[in-house]
């Protein structure tokens, strides 16, 4: 599941199973622990695995507004600068080019119907699946679908109108 590399991940979720299981069952009997820990390192991998699927997202969007990447094969995780996880700072001008796409990108979805933002955003930013946000909107999956389908396509056309270019 995890790789030699990714070590100290696995022992961060661990830890964090561990303390929830510490704050929040301290006062149970000791042989319902084990159960109750196995249910929590579940869902907090769960969690770990989802959100690392919406980082993953949102990076290989932001990185198709790149245009100083033009190989198909480019993946922003290759040139990504992470020793025991202190990220490098962007040198000023990648860091200015980055503020001025994610601004552009906040702007846009301001600009969204309330519907299509709202699938957008529980769809790609907080992970959920079609059906999760069906519920979560009280609508159809296939309303969500269609809501995220315009979405996609009213972002594109407001991003390339201001001048960032799609691939």
């Known amino acids: 599941m995890f790789s030699t ?3 100290h991940v696995a022992l961060d ?7 929830k299981l510490a704050e929040k069952y301290g006062d149970k009997p000791s042989e319902e622990l ?14 770990h695995f989802r959100r690392s699927k919406v980082r993953m997202n949102w990076t290989t969007l932001f990185s198709a507004f790149s245009s100083k990447h ?3 094969a480019f993946d922003p995780l290759d040139v990504l600068e992470d020793s025991d996880n202190q990220s ?6 990648a860091d200015f080019a980055q503020r001025q796409t994610i ?3 906040e702007k846009a ?4 119907p309330p519907r299509q933002r709202e699938a957008f955003l529980l769809r790609y930013w907080e992970g959920l699946d079609t059906a999760e946000t069906a519920l979560a909107m009280n609508c ?3 309303s969500v679908k269609t809501h995220c389908s315009r979405a996609n396509h009213a972002l594109a056309a407001m991003l390339q109108a201001t001048g960032v270019e799609l691939p």
């Open 13 to 19: 979720i661990v830890q964090d199973a561990m303390m």
């Open 140 to 142: 159809t999956e296939g």
């Open 70 to 72: 033009d190989e198909e």
């Open 109 to 112: 979805l301001t600009n969204l």
């Open 88 to 93: 490098a700072p962007l040198p000023p001008d």
């Open 103 to 105: 601004a552009l990108i």
């Open 5 to 7: 590399r990714d070590s």
């Open 34 to 47: 084990p159960l109750l820990f196995h249910r929590i390192l579940q869902n907090t991998l769960h969690d």
